[in-house]
DNA sequence: CCAGATAGTCGAAGCGCTTCAACTGGCTTT
DNA sequence: AAAGCCAGTTGAAGCGCTTCGACTATCTGG
């Protein structure tokens, strides 16, 4: 292991002066810089990481802490996850991935042990147990996703309320009347997810503005329960022309089912789906979608994050506006007979 | 914040003391060590990650290098991502999530900087070019995937050729004489991804062995490239009765286009995955299938790249024995006209 | 031509922990 | 009763780096 010590003795320099070429925290003439860079590289020269965080009490750590559970949105978490790391890197910090598991532990964990300079948060719920430790920790932190009470904290996400709105209205347009939800797995509500709660209050407010008539059922992902929802659905509201899909899951078996039954999209039925642009350009049917900018967040939290750390910055709502792609999944909705 | 030595002066004991306590490397008294942890409570300590690193050059985190591309097997990669923290938690180290954007240099500044004790790779290439450095770097690495050379290393992987096999095998049981292989995008072959080979070299042997005609189209994961493969196939072959599906993301474009073709399955068509259990069972047709047991594959790697972080374990390659599911996709080839 | 600023460098004091050698006092062993 | 051993505890020496204050040499403006 070669040594900080070491460079200096070969470039003929202080221990001091190596650092400070490092950091760039004092000026350094052209001659000595180019020496202990050459020193650098000659030996292999790489700074110690663990060295590094006691002395400056900065770890260049970032810590991810990603939801445990993979029963929703796999690969929006997987795309944040990957650009948190990528920014990360860009910033010159690296990200420590943990998993909900430990809970509010791991918070605790993470800001005693300084292993982190900062924390972000994915799947929050409306009132997570997580956030009395943020207030008061030391290190700063960004929430991906909502939580009820967001005062004295910074949080980034998809406006899921105008996500709701935005369905509501498009299908209103195309003068649909009947509007059936397929929403997430009920254990996804139970868990007070703030995402699906809050495009249900979007799409039940507009609806109710725009004289819609809204039915939401909840939805496993899995062929049989998209079966039995569909069925309800039809047999409650044998009206509905319009569907907007919550569970990125149950899209392939919603239009599977629809095709089998003989309705078409977007002749019979219009499909409207929340769900990552690349989802929906690749199902069957190329789908109307309003994009969840999973890159986005994950891009979004880190500069947040970066920007506390320097100082700059202050606690914040960022809601990204949500925005709806027309695709082939939606048209106007059939003459009914009168 | 708490330091070791107020923990030691509030107990009445040295520092040494409650080191001794929290790591266990020398027996303490009961009485003592239950002072010391009542202080420690008392005192709401928790030790410094960073001072820690320095005095006993480990860091307690493995590093995890997962692909950056998202091409393919995102929900695998999630799984496994998942299963190695979780399990890695359980052995007292954390995670720190490194993209492949990097390359080999994130290797470098890896095991340079001592931040990681470990490394696990994902995704690895058959001529990967990151294995030289990992030859030669102080830290124990596993390898999810297997590289062409493996001498020297240690990896855990499905065994791919016996996958490749067994759905041969199964299918030819079943009376199957034309087999189509849908395989992954055409740019993982080219990046030599090692299971996707390997996996068509097992099929191809077997069916070679047991008198199979077998037929191979790459395909991207989307309906429009599953047709144009499915429509060259059948173009092809017409008497194709069998499919092995690699790619993930093809299985539910096939089975949407097969149904709209008037091919039922089983009756018609016989299809076997190779996919993880949940997708095989959440499609539109229970799938036979061969699953990849992503979570096996986190929790193997961390356990081997432990065991050799306390001096036990070798270098050795675990082939993890594929087992084939036998669900509602694959049944008897149909009497075709003699 | 000198006071004061500025650039460039260094020495030394830690950062908070682990670990080694050494010590103490009570036991067992012969 | 002397010798040896063991469990339990301590002091001190770092681990490799950052950073503060101090020092020297070179400029700048009045």
């Given at each position: 292991m070669v040594t900080l010590a070491e460079v200096a003795r070969h470039a003929g320099v202080s221990a001091s002066t190596v650092s400070y070429v490092l950091s760039g925290k004092r000026s350094i003439s052209a001659p000595t810089r180019e020496r202990v860079e050459q020193s650098i590289k000659e030996l292999g020269y790489h700074p110690n990481a663990g060295a590094r965080a006691l002395a400056s009490s900065r770890s260049n750590i970032i810590a991810l802490m990603v939801p445990l559970r993979t029963d929703m949105y796999v690969p929006v978490m997987m795309e944040v996850a990957i650009a948190v790391a990528t920014t990360a890197r860009a910033h010159g910090y690296d990200v420590l991935l943990l998993t909900g598991e430990e809970g509010p532990a791991a918070v605790r964990r993470v800001t005693g042990s300084g292993l982190a300079d900062a924390m972000i948060l994915m799947d929050v719920e409306l009132e997570d147990e997580r956030l009395p430790l943020l207030r008061d920790a030391r290190q700063p932190t960004v929430l991906i996703g909502l939580p009820a009470d967001t005062v004295g904290l910074t949080c980034v996400d998809l406006d899921f309320t105008a996500t709701g709105a935005l369905c509501a209205e498009h299908l209103a347009q195309l003068g649909h009347r009947e509007i059936a939800v397929v929403g997430e797995a009920p254990a996804v509500y139970e868990r007070h997810t703030g995402f699906a709660v809050r495009t249900l209050e979007g799409l039940r407010g507009r609806a109710r503005e725009l004289g819609l008539r809204l039915l939401h059922r909840p939805c496993e992902g899995s062929y049989e329960s998209m079966a039995g929802a569909l069925a309800r659905i039809f047999d409650e509201r044998p009206g509905t022309t319009g569907f907007v899909v919550q569970n990125e899951a149950a899209i392939d078996p919603l239009l599977s089912l629809l095709r089998r039954q003989g309705r078409a999209v977007p002749?019979?039925?219009?499909?409207?789906?929340?769900?990552?642009?690349?989802?929906?350009?690749?199902a069957s049917v190329r789908l109307t979608s309003v994009a969840i900018p999973a890159e986005e967040m994950g891009r979004r939290a880190v500069e947040l994050v970066v920007a506390k750390l320097e100082g700059r910055g202050a606690d914040e709502v960022t809601l990204l506006a949500p925005e709806l792609t027309v695709r082939a999944s939606s048209g106007p909705a059939p003459h009914t007979a009168p």
């Open positions: 002749e019979d039925i219009s499909v409207v789906a929340v769900c990552p642009d690349q989802v929906a350009a690749q």
